[in-house]
């Protein structure tokens, strides 16, 4: 939340990095887009909304907010978990049903 705070208009910069350049530590607080609208404040900023609203931040859709934080991937990662698990269970107890081979390949791949 605080980076919404700190990424205001005015300390927007264009041009997006990957990585840290060296004029960062002297320069004022500042923020730069998502990585897919790197360009774009008030996009970067509907975009990471939308994204941290729903719990995408794990998804493919990861380049279109900014990063937020461990909390809100944890989050995110909670609420994929929720949604697969019970595909996933009911896929598996299904092929595993009385197949010991299948099954025991499935506990010897997890170990």
Not at 18 to 45: I, N
Not at 65 to 82: I, T
Request: aromatic letters at 20%.
């Amino acid at each position: 939340i605080n980076l919404l705070v700190v990424c205001r208009p005015s300390t927007f910069r264009v041009d997006f990095h990957w990585d840290s350049q060296p004029d960062d530590l002297t320069s004022e607080l500042f923020c730069e887009g998502a990585p897919m609208l790197k360009q774009s404040y008030y996009g970067s900023l509907i975009l990471t909304i939308v994204v941290h609203i729903f719990g995408l931040a794990v998804t493919p859709f990861w380049p279109m907010s900014w990063w937020m934080g461990y909390y809100l991937w944890f989050s995110s990662m909670y609420y994929q978990c929720l949604a697969f698990f019970p595909a996933i269970y009911n896929y598996l107890l299904q092929a595993s049903r009385k197949k010991l081979g299948f099954l025991l390949v499935i506990m010897s791949s997890l170990q």
